[in-house]
């Protein structure tokens, strides 16, 4: 596990190493392709899944991987050992920021495999975040920091250039009690149910939840990079949301991917003290079903999710 660990951070630091050359290295702009979500693929994308698969693939450590990147999942080659463990990947969150200088990270999550033998399976892949034994990030912001949990705490580390090293700054990593931020793109507000409308002026101080009690409102803050927005709540306090909306009728169930993006935060969030949901239900007692699942995703403190969940049964019936 440590080695993987390991393997992950050395790939965080190639990729690091090419978002801050930006402009400079030509890596900047789209490829032209289409990745399996629809969504037009960036070169660093590109660039970044390479990279973690090529760094992982010969260790004997997985018995497959799974980015959001690739429509199928990537068992390890035969010329290869094969290992115990499963890797499933975000290479690059926020990607429509690359362009512009602003944080971007990648998500890591994983898993002992379920199969026995041979080659790494779908059924691998799926699995409950409860049965994460790991996960993590690394944010290529102001500076880089690979922040991961393996089930106890959560520990942030920070890339120091001079030596090349993720040295120890942030131990045992707790989302402080008194909530600072609500992040969320408010853009979409047109399309949200009612339940997250009076859920938002809730945080906004404008409205009272069930029991008359008013919040004295919450700074608003949104990256638009997931891994960017979860870190500053992670470190400041508050909730990072995501919801379903009616903007896409193709996407019904919001926007973020429960395998890859939900679950690996959730656990984060909880080993801090926080919690996630998807409206109704932990995130980590999610079963999912397919690779590219979506998810709605409510993420933070625990009194301000669980108050998400009031909000959503209140005004969206939902038991
Ligand atoms: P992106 O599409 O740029 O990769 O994972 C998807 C994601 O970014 C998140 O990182 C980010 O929080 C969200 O989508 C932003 O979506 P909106 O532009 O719809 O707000």
Redesign the pocket.
């Known amino acids: 596990m440590t080695s993987l660990l390991y393997d992950i951070a050395l790939a965080g630091k190639v990729i690091a190493s090419q978002t801050s050359r930006g402009g400079l290295a030509e890596i900047l702009g789209k490829t032209g392709a289409t990745n399996i979500q629809g969504?037009e693929v960036m070169k660093l994308d590109e660039l970044a899944d390479r990279m973690i698969y090529r760094l992982n693939d010969h260790t004997g450590r997985l018995a497959v991987m799974a980015s959001?990147e690739q429509e199928d999942i990537l068992p390890v080659s035969s010329r290869f050992p094969i290992g115990k463990y499963v890797l499933l990947y975000?290479p690059?969150?926020?990607?429509?920021?690359?362009d512009y200088n602003v944080s971007?990270?990648t998500i890591f999550a994983i898993y002992r495999r379920l199969s026995q033998s041979g080659h790494g399976t779908l059924e691998d892949c799926l699995q409950k975040g409860r049965d994460l034994i790991a996960a993590g990030y690394l944010i290529y912001g102001a500076s880089t920091m690979l922040v991961y949990t393996s089930g106890m705490g959560v520990h942030g580390f920070t890339l120091d250039p001079t030596v090349g090293e993720f040295l120890l700054t942030h131990p045992n990593i707790r989302i402080p009690e008194k909530p600072k931020y609500y992040s969320v793109?408010q853009?979409?507000e047109k399309f949200w149910s009612d339940g997250i409308k009076h859920y938002t002026r809730y945080l906004q101080g404008d409205e009272p939840d069930a029991n008359g009690n008013f919040l004295k409102g919450f700074s608003m803050r949104?990256?638009?990079?997931?891994?960017?927005?979860f870190h500053r709540n992670l470190l400041g306090g508050g909730i990072?949301y995501?919801p379903a909306d009616s903007k896409n009728p193709k996407y019904t169930s919001g926007?973020?991917?429960l395998s890859y993006?939900g679950a690996p935060l959730a656990f984060i969030a909880e080993q801090a003290g926080g919690t996630s949901s998807n409206g109704t239900t932990n995130l980590l007692d999610l079963q999912p079903e397919g690779l590219h699942q979506r998810t709605p995703l409510f993420i933070g403190n625990r009194d301000l999710v669980e108050k998400a969940e009031e909000f959503i049964r209140i005004f969206d019936h939902q038991e």
């Open positions: 969504e959001e975000d690059l969150d926020g990607s429509s920021n690359i971007i990270g793109n853009g979409y949104y990256i638009g990079s997931m891994v960017a927005d990072y995501y926007k973020l991917r993006e």
